[in-house]
């Protein structure tokens, strides 16, 4: 059975950073593309990074330069570096995991979901 937990959120002032991880179990995460994606509160969920199997990496427009995808795959575990938080950056974060060496962009293409840690910014 596939399992993600997320774990790392927490609330940090505007500037601040945080690290989310995303434990796997229940497969071999080296086979699987990885996501990070975040839904605020009255808001779509939007896919925020991403990356292969093979560790090629994708970020939203909004992150990039601030967050930094990570995947160790002797521990089966994905992270999220997130750096110069801003409130907007406020969400819940969940980790996301499909069977397939490259990433899709959106919800719909990835099959393994965990419960999501909340993140707040606060200005």
């Known amino acids: 059975q596939v399992q993600l937990v997320e774990s790392g959120g927490g609330s940090v002032q505007t500037g601040g950073s945080l690290r989310l991880s995303c434990t796997t179990t229940?497969?071999?995460?080296?086979?699987?593309?990885m996501g990070w994606f975040r839904q605020a509160p009255g808001k779509e969920r939007e896919g925020v990074a991403y990356v292969d199997s093979n560790g090629g990496t994708t970020y939203t427009y909004s992150v990039k330069g601030r967050f930094s995808i990570s995947r160790d795959n002797a521990k089966n575990t994905l992270y999220l570096e997130m750096n110069s938080l801003k409130p907007e950056d406020t969400a819940m974060y969940y980790c996301?995991?499909?069977?397939?060496?490259?990433?899709?962009?959106?919800?719909?293409?990835?099959?393994?979901w965990g419960q999501g840690t909340q993140v707040t910014v606060s200005s």
């Open positions: 996301a995991a499909d069977y397939v060496p490259l990433c899709g962009d959106s919800e719909a293409d990835f099959a393994y």
């Open positions: 229940g497969y071999t995460s080296s086979d699987y593309c």
